[in-house]
């Protein structure tokens, strides 16, 4: 794990294993300061932009540096998510993958997901594969100018869900009528960072 | 209440959503923080929902008496006080260099994610101010004045050594667009993971163009980051013009908190209940 600065009031640590399994301990320890985590990588944000900037970086690098792992949701919490798979991406994918569109389906379905973190737009889901499953496919060249709310996307080994219309460039499998976000709703994204998710196919 | 008769480009906000920025809810708020704060504390309401006048003119009607509040650039020149508005009375503002902030006392408006601001973006929020469009305020507070000194030159940020002289290519509140002046060829790691972003972040897109966020950004993002621009002058960047030229100077961390500690020193005056 590497500490560094980001700005004058926050502290990016980068080069963390399953960085979501972290958030409970530091948040416990750091309870004015907000976390949040990344695929690698942890923000932590609150400094208070002083001249003590780097012995609040030591302190809070000690913290983080301690803190015990908490597995957020285990296999008996799993969400699962029902897909229509009729994306028109999942030829694309199959090509890159070398393999047929029915097996792209089957290994999307039998992976099991955790979400690592939310971002690009409210309750977007980045899933890392739990499983030991290569999904190492390219983005589009071109991403596409709108992309329909409740498309479920394969790119740069992650899967993900969009939750309303939007641009983007992930390879579309399909979609879904799975509700991501609630502003209404305390927490208001539905898969929360550390949540496992496992696709299925609608009835 | 109030009555909006123009607004080209006005938005309401306020300090924002940062709570939520792990459910992947952008920060939104004020984009300028400085002229917003001050232009709260001019009405005794810090937090409070005001008018973000982004571009163009905001010209609204008072129905009852109350206070508003006016922190900007006006054609005119600087602007930083408040005053009494009695029924009938009108307050007009055209921004130039920067969002103009108009805070009226008691202004009162629903919150999303325990907050008022529009962001556009997210659909959050409350929609674009329209004309016609009537808001609640509260009774008279008193006038006020603001005294605060004004950074100048160039504006500084916390990484690495990145070119000084930037053109700014466009400007919203997603995000400002930079060209460099003089030729640039960075070194650019293209498989980088999506990282927890948060506004300021300088992302190199490539040698021509680099984004500083803004409040309405997505809070990841996949680019490599340059490093962050300085608390005490990340308001700064809200108020350049598309085509102007600038500077941006790496600061160290002590530097930063000195910039920031002198910006916080501001008075407000009151004059009159």
Partial sequence: MKAELFGDRSILITDVDSPVELLDAIRSSLPSMRVRAGIDALLIEGLTPDPSLQSQLVKVEAIVNSAARVERATDADETRIAVRYDGPDLEFAAQQLKTTIDDVIARHQQTRWRVAMLGFAPGFPYLLPITAELWDVERLATPRSRVPAGSVAIAAGMSAIYPTAMPGGWLLLGTTDFSLFDAEAMPPATLQPGAVVRFCSTA | ?273
């Fill in chain 2, 1 to 273: 209440m109030i009555v909006i008769e123009r607004a080209d480009a006005v938005l309401i906000q306020d300090r924002g959503r940062s709570e939520f920025a792990d459910q992947g809810v952008p920060v939104s708020g004020a984009w300028d923080r400085e002229r917003y704060e001050h232009a709260c504390a001019l009405i005794a309401s810090p937090g409070a929902a005001v008018f973000e006048v982004l571009a163009g003119a905001f010209r609204c009607t008072a129905e009852i008496s109350t206070t508003v509040a006016v922190v900007g650039e006006l054609p005119t020149g600087a602007v930083g006080h408040s005053w009494r508005l009695n029924a009938g009375d009108r307050v007009e503002v055209e921004a130039v260099r920067g969002p103009v902030y108009v805070a009226l006392a008691g202004l009162a408006l629903p919150l999303t994610l325990g907050s008022a601001s529009s962001d556009l973006v997210s659909e959050l929020g409350p929609p674009r101010v329209e004309v016609g469009a009537r808001f609640s305020v509260g009774e008279p507070v008193a006038d006020a004045v603001l005294k605060s000194s004004r950074s100048t030159g160039a504006i500084g940020y916390l990484g690495s050594a990145i070119p000084t002289q930037w053109k700014v290519v466009s400007q919203s509140r997603s995000g400002t667009r930079l060209t460099p002046v003089d030729p640039w060829a960075p070194t650019i790691s293209r498989s980088l993971p999506s990282r927890p972003m948060l506004p300021g972040a300088i992302q190199i897109v490539s040698g021509d163009e680099i984004i500083v966020l803004g409040p309405d950004s997505g809070v990841t993002g996949g680019y490599q980051v340059a490093g962050v621009i300085a608390s005490a002058d990340l308001s700064r960047i809200s108020r350049l013009s598309e085509g102007e030229v600038f500077e941006l100077v790496q600061i160290d961390p002590v530097t930063a908190g000195v910039r920031y500690e002198r910006a916080q020193r501001f008075s407000v005056l009151r004059l009159a209940v």
